[in-house]
């Protein structure tokens, strides 16, 4: 079987695809996998570390506000499609599929008019520019959540499959995962905070105050650790050092972790932005959490993806704007009452689990074979 992946960019859109790639190549381990991403993304990293051939077609992502670029982006999305069909015929595919974003669209449109099974993951709740393009293209669209399907046109064949992870996020237990951390049976509460790979000024902020909120009060069976991340680490010191945190083991910051899955694993409560990887991770391994959205996002996406969960009493939302020292208070507030109320916080965990499907590699694995098969007839 000969499979290629389109869609980079960001992690939220390569993970799914590498996660999808080690499902293939588990069931059927001769498989021959590759990916189409663009020159600049994360995939040419990613791509290449995982064991991947990576084939770039260069495209653009068209901005939300009026930009001479846009110009390119539309020129990009106009002649994409005939350089991926070049790669599709020299890969020869029996099938392709796209995780998302504008790197998507050259090789999901091209294997379109070709003929070739096409399929598209979406993990968030909203239906991201490109996916909403090739809905009627495509022969299948899977999804993350299942409110998904009402933002796509009723002529779109859409099932509903779960977020595929790779196996590192569910390899310890919390028991296993303080062990290997060193964390003593006295701590009743661990807490994990962290703003994505290369972090969030305000989260930041706001780890530091819950941290300073439990130094203030004395709370000696804490542990909290927090990733400031590459691109706002020195701010995180900063806010680290003003609050007195410095000297106290209780409190630890690190700016990354290749071990996020461990901390996560220790963690009581969790507290994060709404990627849709990062929330299908707690929501598997069942964790409280106070969730973040990024304002800084196409169609804010990831206040909608929160919002899903938070409507359901699976999850805190706080939005940033609300970061105000005001702001700040009510992220202690949610943590002092997940900590004291312990039905809350077990209805919470339980609640959220049902957001991460058990049997979401079958589900995949039986949607592309039986796509590819009836594609045959």
């Known amino acids: 079987m000969r499979v290629l992946f389109s869609g980079g960019g960001t992690g939220g859109h390569i993970n799914p695809a590498l996660a999808m790639a080690d499902i293939i190549k588990m069931n059927i381990p001769d498989a021959e996998i590759a990916f189409v991403g663009t020159p600049k993304g994360m995939e040419n990293s990613l791509i290449p570390q995982a064991g991947y051939k990576l084939y770039h077609v260069e495209v653009e992502g068209i901005r ?40 998507c669209w050259p090789a999901l449109k091209a294997a379109a008019d070709l003929g070739i099974p096409t399929m598209l993951h979406e993990s968030n709740a909203l239906p991201g520019m490109a996916v909403r393009k090739l809905q009627n293209e495509v022969d299948l669209i899977m999804t993350n959540f299942e409110s998904t399907k009402e933002k796509l046109s009723p002529e779109a064949k859409v099932i509903n499959v779960g977020n595929p992870l790779r196996s590192a996020c569910t ?137 899903v969960l938070a409507d359901e009493g699976a999850a805190v939302l706080i939005c940033e704007y609300e970061m105000s020292e005001e702001g700040e208070s009510k992220i202690c507030q949610a943590v002092d009452k997940i900590r004291s109320d312990a039905g809350y916080r077990s209805a919470m965990e339980e609640k959220i689990r049902t957001f991460a499907k058990d049997d979401v590699e079958k589900r995949i694995f039986d949607a592309i074979i039986e796509l590819t098969e009836s594609k045959k007839k």
């Open 64 to 103: 939300r506000s009026f930009s001479p670029e846009n110009f390119r982006a539309l020129y990009l999305a106009l002649t994409s499609p005939a350089k991926a069909k070049k790669i599709i015929k020299e890969f020869a595919p029996d099938i392709v599929i796209g995780t998302g974003g504008y790197v």
């Open 171 to 307: 390899t310890y237990t919390k028991a296993e995962a303080r062990k290997k951390l060193g964390i003593d049976d006295s701590v009743d509460l661990v807490t994990l905070s962290f703003g994505g790979s290369l972090g969030a000024q305000e989260l930041n902020r706001a780890a530091c105050e819950m941290m300073s909120h439990f130094a203030r009060e004395g709370k000696q069976n804490v542990r909290c650790y927090h990733v400031g991340g590459k691109r706002h680490y020195e701010n995180a010191c900063n806010f680290f050092a003003a609050y007195g945190l410095e000297r106290d083991d209780r409190f630890v910051l690190m700016e990354y972790t290749s071990e996020l899955p461990v901390y996560m694993a220790a963690a009581d409560i969790v507290i994060c932005r709404a990627g849709a990887m990062t929330l299908t991770e707690i929501a598997k391994m069942g964790k409280a959490a106070i969730i973040i959205p990024s304002p800084n996002v196409v169609d804010n996406h990831q206040y909608k993806n929160a919002k």
